[in-house]
Structures are given as structure tokens and as C-alpha cells.
């Protein structure tokens, strides 16, 4: 076999290697364009996520405006009862809540771009590079969340005890529990999101090609 | 990635001495699949050699295994029996990571849906091989441009999918398959979604891709142009090879003339 057909054909890389997806690629083909287009949805499941970790981070504040009462009126020769643990289960419920939801726009997500995956793969995306991008659109949800979450957690403690307490507020809830409120609170939003983007990650990985091509939306 | 050397007896024997080996070859492969108990056998015993340029049209009713037999060549589904070697690599072999390298680096697929990303514009769509394929950045976009170019899409690169008719996207799911310059484009309808005239374009963009390129083609269509510009033509029925026609000239006729 001489001419035409043989003597152009391009080199094909013969060298084995494993295809790849670095992170700014991840983020910049996929994670933001895809936020951007579920725009409207994902701006109600951060509104619950928001919703559910400034709860958590009022809770939280109150323990420790609550903490630095009892530690002024101590000192003051006072007793003051403390708070009781019951709010916590109040904290495990919004945080369960906030779970569920962003479970479900995570798999929402997955299932609306079943045939999307599979494409990917018959391109070489390995299933590691799939479970990446919808990890990288959780995580980042979920940071943004947490972040304004806390936030707002803040704002509202202030809101609470800053006009009662008077001057004393600045004693029993300083700038670094704010800061380390508003810190827990992304902490635990990533941790939720985590724990939320298992199931339907598993689900993306083992989407097979073949079956996705078929798939009608 | 493991290499497996094609035994003596492999269906290499009718090639050319000096002719470079098979793109791809089947042996022996069946799929079956279980449906409410019942076995239902989509390829039943396909043994198949494709020759590194040769152009294959498959054709059958549907329901005949055209589309597994090309998810088994194209590495989509592992056969229930049989081997399947592209490029000389036994794909059963290949574990999962070593599978999407080789759809990365060795296979372009065209769909008859098209496929392209809805939320990525044409450029994005053809440079996603690329990137997976590890290609340098800075190459990536020049290559893509070329490929864009080259399908006669250079000025609507920015585009999203939505944006363009069913005709140029087909033309960019062209050009994100022949852009890793793999050994093999698998088609599946590639017009099928398409209107006539737009098809015939479609159907002579490939002929020209892999007369200029060199690619082996493997096409699964009903299109009359398509099968009289191949070099073969497959014909499947109930899982099994009925039987195969030369419509045009041979790859040898060809290299001959």
C-alpha cells in the first residue's frame, strides 16, 4: 500500500500516559459555566445552605454571649443559669436539612448532564476527572454558603444582644468569636457539602458511556 | 498501557506484507445481555478486520448489534467473549484509566445527536481532547482553531451549540473527533439528524478527512453516498456478519490506481 491513503496519515501518540484535567481547566470548562448557567437554581439551594448555617451560627453566638454573661456575673458574685443543650438539636436538624437539599441539587445536576458525562468519557475523561467537577460545584457552593452563613450568623447575634447588653457586649462577644464563628460556620458548610456530594458522586463515576448516549433527557 | 502482540493466526494474514498493521481487529465477539431472565444476544460471533485507512460502512435493521459491535470497537462496552485489538492493543486488557486514554488518544466518536457540550462554545467543544489528552495549553487553541477552520467553521468559533444549525454542529463534533489525530473515527448515523443536502456535506467532509488523513473510518448509517464511497460494506443481522461488499475499490485497487 503506497500513495495516497498511507503517505500523510498524522503521527499517533503510541507513548501510554493517563488523560488528564488540570484545575484550572476543571474550574474555567466547567464548574463556572456550569454555576453560571443554574444560575436561578443554585441561588435557592444557597439560600438554604445560608439560611440553614446562619441558624447554626446564631445558636452558636448565643452560647457564647451566654458564656461571657455567666463569666461576668461570676465574677460579679451572680448566677446566672446556662444555656441549655437542647438547641443543639435544633443546630443537627438545619444542618440535615441544608444535607438533603444540596444532595438533591447535586444529583439534579448529575442526572440533567447524564449524556454530557458520557460524552466526556468517550473523550478520555476518566471517571476521577467527573467526580472532580461536581465536587469542585458543591465545594464551591457550599464555601460560599458557609462563608455567608456565618456572616449572617453574626449579624444576627449582634442583632440579638448588642442593643441589651450595652457596652458589655463588646466583653462577652469579641471580634475573634466573630471570626472564628464565621469560620466554623464555611467549616461546617464544606463539611455538609462533602458528606451531601457522596452519594450522587458515586453515581456520576459509574455512569457508563455506552448507556449514557442512550439516555433521553 | 499493555501491549498484546495479535497472534500468528489473527486476521492480519490477508493484509500486504509491507502493509502497516490492522487499525482494528475483532474476534470472536459476542455480547449478551439479560433481560427479565431472558438471554438476549446483540452480537453473536463477529469476526471483523478493519485495514488502517480503509473506510467500513456497517449496515443492518435495527435491533441487528450494529450499534454494540461499535460500542465494542470503539471501547464503550466490553464484549461478554471475544477480543477486540485497535492498533494492536487488546482493549480487555486495558483497565478503566487505560480505556479513557485510549478513547482520548486513539478514538474520535461522531455521533448522530451530535454530543457537543452544550455549555462550552464550539473552540471549547473541539479543545476538550486536547486537554485530556494533555496537550500544552498554547497548543490547545491553535490546534483547535486549525480544526475549526479546516470543517469551514473558523468564524463562528465563540458560538455555543445552541447557537449553531444541526449541520455545523456536526461539523464541530468533526473536528473534536479528528483532533487528536486518532487511528480510528467511529460514526454512528453521523447524518442522521440532518437534512439531506446537509448531510451529503457532512458525509463528504469525513470522505475527505480520511482520504487526506489517512483515518480509518468505521461508519453505522443507512446513507446511500456513504456506502458507495466506502471500501467495504459490513452487513449485520441478528449479531452476526451476513455479509460484506466491496461497492467501490478495495484499499489495494485504490493504492494501485
Same mark, same amino acid.
Given at each position: 500500500?503506497s500513495?495516497?491513503l498511507?503517505?500523510?496519515?498524522?503521527?499517533?501518540?503510541?507513548?501510554?500516559?493517563?488523560?488528564?484535567?488540570?484545575?484550572?481547566?476543571?474550574?474555567?470548562?466547567?464548574?463556572?459555566?456550569?454555576?453560571?448557567?443554574?444560575?436561578?437554581?443554585?441561588?435557592?439551594?444557597?439560600?438554604?445552605?445560608?439560611?440553614?448555617?446562619?441558624?447554626?451560627?446564631v445558636?452558636?453566638?448565643?452560647?457564647?454571649v451566654?458564656?461571657?454573661?455567666?463569666?461576668?456575673?461570676?465574677?460579679?458574685?451572680?448566677?446566672?443559669?446556662?444555656?441549655?443543650?437542647?438547641?443543639? !438539636?435544633?443546630?443537627?436538624?438545619?444542618?440535615?436539612?441544608?444535607?438533603?437539599?444540596?444532595?438533591?441539587?447535586?444529583?439534579?445536576?448529575?442526572?440533567?448532564?447524564?449524556?454530557?458525562?458520557?460524552?466526556?468519557?468517550?473523550?478520555?475523561?476518566?471517571?476521577?476527572h467527573?467526580m472532580?467537577?461536581?465536587?469542585?460545584?458543591?465545594?464551591?457552593?457550599?464555601?460560599?454558603?458557609?462563608?455567608?452563613?456565618?456572616?449572617?450568623?453574626?449579624?444576627?447575634?449582634?442583632?440579638?444582644?448588642?442593643m441589651?447588653?450595652?457596652?458589655?457586649?463588646?466583653?462577652?462577644?469579641? !471580634?475573634?468569636?466573630?471570626?472564628?464563628?464565621?469560620?466554623?460556620?464555611?467549616?461546617?458548610?464544606?463539611?455538609?457539602?462533602?458528606?451531601a456530594?457522596?452519594?450522587?458522586?458515586? &453515581?456520576?463515576?459509574?455512569? $457508563?458511556?455506552?448507556?449514557?448516549?442512550? &439516555? $433521553?433527557? | 498501557?499493555?501491549?498484546?502482540?495479535?497472534?500468528?493466526?489473527?486476521?492480519?494474514?490477508?493484509?500486504?506484507?509491507?502493509?502497516?498493521?490492522?487499525?482494528?481487529?475483532?474476534?470472536?465477539?459476542? /455480547?449478551?445481555?439479560?433481560?427479565?431472565? $431472558?438471554?438476549?444476544?446483540?452480537?453473536?460471533?463477529?469476526?471483523?478486520?478493519?485495514?488502517?485507512?480503509?473506510?467500513?460502512s456497517?449496515?443492518?435493521?435495527?435491533?441487528?448489534?450494529?450499534?454494540?459491535?461499535?460500542?465494542?470497537?470503539?471501547?464503550?462496552?466490553?464484549?461478554?467473549?471475544?477480543?477486540?485489538?485497535?492498533?494492536?492493543?487488546?482493549i480487555?486488557?486495558?483497565?478503566?484509566?487505560?480505556?479513557? !486514554?485510549?478513547?482520548?488518544?486513539?478514538?474520535g466518536?461522531?455521533?448522530?445527536?451530535?454530543?457537543?457540550?452544550?455549555?462550552?462554545?464550539?473552540?471549547?467543544?473541539?479543545?476538550?481532547?486536547?486537554?485530556?489528552?494533555?496537550?500544552?495549553?498554547?497548543?490547545?487553541?491553535?490546534?483547535?482553531?486549525?480544526?475549526?477552520?479546516?470543517?469551514?467553521?473558523?468564524?463562528?468559533?465563540n458560538?455555543?451549540?445552541?447557537?449553531?444549525?444541526?449541520?455545523?454542529?456536526?461539523?464541530?463534533?468533526?473536528?473534536?473527533?479528528?483532533?487528536?489525530?486518532?487511528?480510528?473515527?467511529?460514526?454512528?448515523?453521523?447524518?442522521?439528524?440532518?437534512?439531506?443536502?446537509?448531510?451529503?456535506?457532512?458525509?463528504?467532509?469525513?470522505?475527505?478527512?480520511?482520504?487526506?488523513?489517512?483515518?480509518?473510518?468505521?461508519?453505522?448509517?443507512?446513507?446511500? /453516498?456513504?456506502?458507495?464511497?466506502?471500501?467495504?460494506?459490513? !452487513?449485520?443481522?441478528?449479531?452476526?456478519?451476513?455479509?460484506?461488499?466491496?461497492?467501490?475499490?478495495?484499499?489495494?485497487?485504490?493504492?494501485?490506481?
Open positions: 500500500m500513495a495516497p498511507a503517505a500523510p496519515a498524522p503521527p499517533v501518540a503510541e507513548e501510554p500516559g493517563r488523560s488528564q484535567l488540570p484545575l484550572r481547566e476543571a474550574l474555567s470548562f466547567f464548574v463556572f459555566q456550569s454555576l453560571k448557567l443554574r444560575m436561578g437554581r443554585m441561588a435557592v439551594v444557597l439560600l438554604g445552605i445560608i439560611f440553614a448555617i446562619a441558624f447554626l451560627a445558636l452558636l453566638g448565643t452560647e457564647i451566654f458564656a461571657g454573661i455567666h463569666r461576668l456575673s461570676a465574677k460579679a458574685g451572680n448566677t446566672v443559669e446556662a444555656s441549655s443543650g437542647f438547641q443543639r !438539636w435544633w443546630i443537627a436538624v438545619a444542618l440535615l436539612i441544608a444535607t438533603v437539599g444540596v444532595t438533591n441539587a447535586v444529583l439534579m445536576s448529575v442526572t440533567e448532564r447524564i449524556k454530557e458525562i458520557g460524552t466526556l468519557k468517550c473523550l478520555g475523561a476518566r471517571s476521577l467527573i472532580q467537577i461536581f465536587l469542585f460545584e458543591t465545594l464551591l457552593l457550599g464555601g460560599i454558603g458557609g462563608l455567608g452563613g456565618g456572616l449572617l450568623g453574626v449579624l444576627g447575634v449582634v442583632a440579638m444582644f448588642a441589651p447588653l450595652k457596652s458589655d457586649f463588646g466583653l462577652v462577644f469579641s !471580634w475573634l468569636d466573630a471570626l472564628w464563628l464565621v469560620g466554623l460556620s464555611t467549616a461546617a458548610s464544606l463539611g455538609i457539602s462533602l458528606v456530594a457522596v452519594a450522587p458522586l458515586i &453515581y456520576a463515576a459509574r455512569i $457508563e458511556p455506552a448507556e449514557a448516549m442512550r &439516555y $433521553e433527557v | 498501557m499493555s501491549e498484546a502482540t495479535l497472534p500468528a493466526a489473527g486476521g492480519a494474514a490477508t493484509a500486504l506484507p509491507t502493509a502497516p498493521p490492522p487499525s482494528v481487529v475483532v474476534e470472536g465477539a459476542r /455480547k449478551f445481555y439479560y433481560m427479565g431472565g $431472558e438471554v438476549v444476544r446483540a452480537v453473536d460471533g463477529i469476526d471483523l478486520t478493519i485495514e488502517k485507512g480503509e473506510y467500513v456497517i449496515m443492518g435493521p435495527s435491533g441487528s448489534g450494529k450499534t454494540t459491535l461499535f460500542n465494542i470497537v470503539g471501547g464503550l462496552t466490553k464484549p461478554t467473549e471475544g477480543t477486540v485489538y485497535i492498533d494492536r492493543t487488546d480487555s486488557k486495558l483497565d478503566a484509566s487505560e480505556l479513557a !486514554w485510549l478513547r482520548c488518544r486513539k478514538i466518536y461522531v455521533f448522530q445527536t451530535f454530543n457537543l457540550v452544550p455549555i462550552m462554545s464550539a473552540l471549547q467543544n473541539v479543545m476538550l481532547p486536547l486537554i485530556f489528552g494533555g496537550i500544552e495549553r498554547s497548543e490547545r487553541e491553535d490546534r483547535a482553531h486549525d480544526m475549526l477552520k479546516l470543517v469551514g467553521l473558523g468564524d463562528r468559533v458560538h455555543k451549540p445552541t447557537e449553531l444549525s444541526g449541520g455545523q454542529q456536526q461539523r464541530v463534533a468533526i473536528a473534536r473527533a479528528f483532533v487528536n489525530n486518532p487511528a480510528i473515527v467511529l460514526a454512528d448515523e453521523p447524518t442522521g439528524n440532518l437534512d439531506l443536502k446537509t448531510g451529503l456535506h457532512i458525509i463528504d467532509m469525513m470522505i475527505e478527512m480520511n482520504r487526506a488523513r489517512g483515518v480509518t473510518m468505521l461508519c453505522n448509517t443507512h446513507d446511500q /453516498k456513504i456506502i458507495k464511497a466506502s471500501n467495504r460494506i459490513v !452487513w449485520v443481522c441478528d449479531g452476526k456478519v451476513e455479509r460484506i461488499e466491496h461497492p467501490g475499490k478495495t484499499l489495494e485497487e485504490a493504492a494501485k490506481t
